[in-house]
Nanobody
Framework: QVQLMESGGGLVQPGGSLRLSCVASINIFSANVMGWYRQAPGNQRELVAI???????KYADSVKGRFTISRDNAKNTVYLQMNSLKSEDTAVYYCKYDRFGFDYWGQGTQVTVSS
């Protein structure tokens, strides 16, 4: 069983920045893919950013150039640096660990972008 714990969410003004962290209970190097997803009220959960074990990344078009996913294998942690935040980025952000089709999710962290 893989446990994931997200942190770093909060209330920020438009144009501001936040860094989310996701700490895993096991070595994240074992994952095929680590990723960040988000779900706003009334919407489906959507991909924000993912990183493969080889270091390749993929971003949603809506966050390209503003968000950056990174990881620290020694700390079993994946990060999401979010800059130039917009009101439409408001959502619960979830971390996901995926290995050969088995996936695990964290509990999520709320990000609210509002003036």
């Amino acid at each position: 069983q893989v446990q994931l714990m997200e942190s770093g969410g909060g209330l920020v003004q438009p144009g501001g920045s936040l860094r989310l962290s996701c700490v895993a209970s096991i070595n994240i190097f074992s994952a095929n893919v680590m990723g960040w997803y988000r779900q706003a009220p009334g919407n489906q959960r959507e991909l924000v950013a993912i990183m493969t074990s080889g270091g390749s990344t993929k971003y949603a078009d809506s966050v390209k150039g503003r968000f950056t996913i990174s990881r620290d294998n020694a700390k079993n942690t994946v990060y999401l640096q979010m800059n130039s935040l917009k009101s439409e980025d408001t959502a619960v952000y979830y971390c996901k660990y995926d290995r050969f089709g088995f996936d695990y999710w964290g509990q999520g962290t709320q990000v609210t972008v509002s003036s």
